[in-house]
């Protein structure tokens, strides 16, 4: 997301950096940076601030995926149908409550490994989203090769117990320092943490037990959606190396700008033009509203910017059915007059008790001839 703040530039820490250095980072800077220790210093304040929210997103396993993702554009809100899709995700308000809000927590290390999620994003229109639509959406995912069933061994292989590690994927790794031994757990550099190895890799995946292909997918477009919102498909994503489990799919909506109507939640506004004469006597005219010409009353001495509110015309809204079409009003003044257009408006200014002193001499005896002509006719 251009031009918004990153988290781990704020922190100074990689993309790929471990939860330890994250942390470790933290403490480095939220000592530099406290309050306490300096004191009245705005900046510093500032800094802190800006340490901590970062902190609190990176720190959290769920909410560190989440921002990887989508940024911080991912916390706007937007709302999805409750029977949408393959998740049940009903109202998604904030994308962080949703991630960090329910649902199981997942381990930091599983012993096979995850999948990636993975977003793919969707242009709709106001009509799409007003109506009902389905897209068709296709991306890469891995998905388990068919040939190993996920295992990663050739069929009729079978992976065997790892024995660098005897099958707990950790090995302890000693290192003698002046300063005496230091132990650590590290993962098994020879089964990567899985406690198994396979003797013949499968010939399709290689030994990966997954495959990527090009998926379709056909997803409905959530009535009334926002924009930004984002609707999660559980398992869609990468499948996890090995029988791993599933990434997610998140699906991000985008509504494209419309030449008409301009957005305001569930209502819709849009401009219509009507002539002096219309606004000064009232009519009935067509406006063009999102699915339908929708006829409207005019009434007599309507003044340019008037708002006009047709109750239900616009986007369907989750609580309330749908929003309302606003019309402001512009009133055209003519640019090219004719003769008898100019005389009549002329009388009409007469009749109003106003008086043109800037008449040109020659259309001024065309004024008065026509006048005349008119009382003549009377007469
Ligand atoms: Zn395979
Ligand atoms: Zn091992």
Redesign the pocket.
């Known amino acids: 997301m251009p031009g918004e703040v990153d988290y781990y530039e704020t922190l100074g820490v990689s993309r790929d950096s471990t939860q330890e250095e994250i942390k470790r980072a933290y403490r480095r800077l939220a000592r530099q940076y406290h309050p306490d220790v300096n004191p009245g210093d705005k900046q510093a304040e500032e800094k802190f601030k800006a340490i901590n929210e970062a902190y609190e997103v990176l720190s959290d396993p769920e909410k560190r995926r989440a921002y990887d993702l989508f940024g911080r554009a991912g916390v706007r809100g937007g709302t999805a149908e409750p029977d949408f899709g393959f998740a049940d995700f009903g109202n998604i308000g904030d994308l962080f409550d949703l991630f960090f809000g329910s649902g199981a927590a997942r381990t930091e290390t599983p012993r096979a490994q995850r999948g990636n999620d993975l977003r793919v994003d969707v242009e709709v229109t106001l009509e799409e989203l007003a109506a009902g639509a389905t897209k068709t959406i296709q991306y890469a995912r891995f998905q388990t090769?068919s040939?190993?069933e996920?295992t990663?061994a050739e069929p009729g292989e079978t992976s065997s117990t790892c024995t660098t590690c005897r099958g707990s994927g950790r090995v302890r790794h000693t290192q003698h320092t002046l300063l005496g031994t230091i132990s650590t757990v590290v993962t098994c550099p020879n089964c990567h943490g899985e406690g198994r190895v396979i003797s013949r890799p499968?010939a399709?995946?290689r030994?990966?037990?997954r495959?990527r292909n090009m998926v379709e997918r056909s997803i409905r477009v959530p009535l009334g959606i926002e924009d930004g919102a984002v609707v999660q498909f559980l398992g869609e994503g990468d499948s996890g190396p090995r029988g791993g489990e599933s990434g997610d799919l998140y699906v991000m909506f985008h509504v494209r700008p419309h030449e008409r109507f301009e957005r305001e939640g569930a209502n819709l506004r849009t401009k219509m033009t009507i002539s002096f004469a219309q606004a000064a006597l009232g009519a009935t005219v067509k406006v063009r509203g999102l699915e339908e010409e929708i006829a409207v009353d005019i009434q007599p001495g309507t003044q340019p910017g008037t708002v006009i509110r047709l109750p239900g015309k616009g986007l369907p809204n989750r609580r309330d059915g749908k929003g309302d079409l606003l019309v402001v009003v512009n009133i055209q003044v003519p640019t090219h007059l004719n003769e008898v257009q100019r005389g009549l408006l002329r009388q009409f200014a007469a009749a109003c008790g106003e008086r043109f002193t800037d008449v040109p001499e020659e259309e001024k005896s065309f004024f008065e001839k026509f006048i005349s002509g008119l009382k003549g006719e009377r007469s």
């Open positions: 090769c040939r190993c996920g990663g499968c399709q995946c030994g990966e037990g495959v």
